[in-house]
């Protein structure tokens, strides 16, 4: 078992800690025990940037200019403010569409829409996208300050202190939905079950979750439940006696220290014994996940997640995996997409692993626009933990430099005689022909069904089986 330090740290070899970038245009750095509320001002006009900026930095906040509509999403994405001022029609969209896609993208940011030319109608139709005041140029500074006190009074988007998200990138709606669903489960102490295939970030999920906990300053402990010694695993686990040597006795003395008040994550809780699960599942029905008393006699206080890239549901029907701890484990649960779901954040990704990659005073390396096409269109079996493995092999390869399109395809070949198993290629064509279907009616489950010649009941069921979420297929511009 492995002791974290509270500050959220790279794990399964491809977690980013962005590095701190210094900017002309940003005002007001978050004082110390606190940050200060982030402003994004998108206009395309910079007189009226430099305007906003030095009206909202006076008054204390931390504010970030763009003067594009694509430089404002980016921005979201990595920097994530409480509070957006937009200019209603940016250089490159028209009318509402940039509003419409803030809003579909993180339904809980607050959105303020600034204009030179506004009609009632206009501002009734962006009220009702979503916008939460409408404000005419040239704009009075109280006007300003108080509408931005008003709205930052209920904003909730990136409210967590410090950056929780910060090793995640996404910049889609399909990760963006589930980083949502995180932040909401950090509010609770009840367990969260993670799903997702192998190299999906199930882990870097869970240290989000409890980066944005009000656990956040105590520590993140994770476990490997594929341990051979069941012993020494369930005397860790659940503080049992046990014939050890003082000295293992003591090592696990110190380990339920170091997690006390914080997050327990039991990595691959498939593989966990049925004898250990058992008493697991007894620990946590009486309301605790570790139910010993520590060396100082007192009670466990730990916050539990569990990761799995199987099926717990359908083992838990045949008996593999014990019922009674499927139930007390799956009260939130939480699917990771595969990277194959979600290609729209793999330019993303590749900037942060390059950002990792360069190094101070070094060249900073870069891929050409048709390695970053033919990486965004590649097919990633391994997930994301692939994609990372290959940009550091591609790093390697080109000394620094520019990295081309010949740099990629030779790491991702693979060996062109081997043929799936009848059980993998089965699998795959079912959720490929799961997921066309529910492409082809936009998420609506009874079209789908009907499309495949099975009642909604058997499709409901196979959705579940091969992780499949109708919402993740809507429209992201469906109203309501």
Request: charged share 25%; with cysteine; hydrophobic share 40%.
């Amino acid at each position: 078992m492995k002791a974290y330090p509270p500050t959220p740290t790279a794990s399964l070899g491809f977690g980013i800690i962005p590095k701190p970038k210094e900017s002309k245009t940003r005002f007001h750095d978050a004082p110390p025990g606190g940050r200060k509320a982030r402003i994004l001002v998108a206009d395309s006009d910079p007189e009226i940037c430099r305007v906003m900026a030095v009206r909202l930095g006076a008054a204390k906040y931390t504010v970030e200019p763009v003067d594009s509509a694509r430089a404002a999403l980016d921005a979201c994405v990595m920097w994530r403010p409480s509070l957006v001022i937009t200019e209603l029609r940016m250089k490159d969209t028209e009318g509402l569409a940039f509003l419409k896609e803030l809003k579909s993208r993180w339904p809980q940011l607050i959105v303020i829409i600034l204009t030179a030319h506004g009609t009632i109608a206009e501002a009734v139709q962006a009220t009702q996208c979503g916008a939460f005041s409408y404000l005419v140029k040239p704009v009075g500074k109280e006007e300003l300050l108080g509408q931005v006190e008003r709205a930052l009074a209920i904003s909730t988007f990136a409210q967590a202190d410090g950056d929780w998200r910060a090793n995640m990138a996404s910049r889609g709606q399909l990760m963006e939905k589930r980083l949502g669903a995180a932040n909401r489960a950090a509010n609770s102490d009840v367990p969260v079950l993670l799903t997702g295939e192998n190299g999906t970030g199930k882990e870097l999920l869970a240290r989000a979750i409890h980066a944005a906990s009000v656990r956040r300053d105590s520590p993140f402990v994770t476990m490997s439940c594929r341990s051979s010694n069941h012993r020494a695993l369930a005397s860790v686990l659940l503080d049992e006696k046990s014939t050890e040597s003082k000295g293992k006795q003591l090592l696990r003395n110190v380990t339920l220290q170091l997690a006390r008040g914080g997050t327990l994550l039991l990595d691959e809780i498939d593989k966990l014994p049925k004898a250990i699960q058992a008493k697991l599942a007894t620990s946590l029905a009486n309301g605790q996940v570790m139910s010993g008393e520590s060396a100082r006699g007192e009670r466990s206080d730990v916050r539990l997640i569990c990761t799995t890239s199987r099926d717990l549901k359908a083992l838990a029907e045949t008996g593999a995996f014990l019922k009674a701890l499927y139930d007390q484990i799956n009260v939130l649960p939480l699917d990771t997409p595969p990277l194959g779901r979600r290609s729209e954040d793999i330019p993303l990704l590749i900037s942060h692993f390059l950002e990792q990659a360069h190094e101070p005073g070094g060249q900073r390396p870069i891929y050409t626009p048709k390695a970053i096409e033919l990486l965004a269109t590649t097919d990633w079996p391994e997930n994301v933990r692939q994609l990372f493995d290959l940009v550091k092999r591609n790093m390697a390869l080109s000394h620094g430099e520019t990295a081309a399109a010949l740099f990629v395809p030779k790491p991702l070949s693979s060996d062109p005689t081997k043929i799936p198993g009848y059980n993998e290629a089965r699998d795959k064509f079912s959720r490929d022909y799961l997921a066309d279907n529910l492409q082809r009616t936009a998420g609506n489950v009874t079209q789908a069904a009907r499309l495949a010649k099975r009642s909604r009941t058997d499709f409901y069921k196979l959705l579940a089986r091969y992780r499949l979420h109708p919402e993740d297929f809507k429209g992201s511009d469906e109203e309501g």
